[in-house]
């Protein structure tokens, strides 16, 4: 929640240090899209943001927290990898 720029019916837009790597994208593109719920990912290495897009009238918040859950679990992974080195 500390990441989300924005939370509206069917957008979210979170910012990140992770998300300024480009290397980043692809797996939590893959791990996003198993999900199958998100109608479009975007990705912007130079604002270190990611704008996830969804059906808001068929999905609740919680729905879509749900399947944001990889995406919660990888940058939490990162910022303790972060703080090791």
Do not use: K, M, N
Request: hydrophobic letters at 40%.
């Amino acid at each position: 929640a500390a990441h989300t720029v924005s939370f509206i019916d069917g957008r979210v837009r979170l910012r990140h240090p992770a998300l300024r790597r480009p290397e980043t994208h692809a797996p939590l593109r893959e791990a996003l899209a198993r999900e199958s719920i998100f109608s479009a990912l975007t990705f912007s290495a130079r604002t270190g943001s990611l704008l996830l897009e969804y059906d808001g009238r068929r999905l609740s918040h919680a729905d879509f927290c749900e399947a944001a859950l990889p995406l919660g679990w990888f940058l939490a992974q990162w910022e303790r990898h972060s703080q090791v080195e």
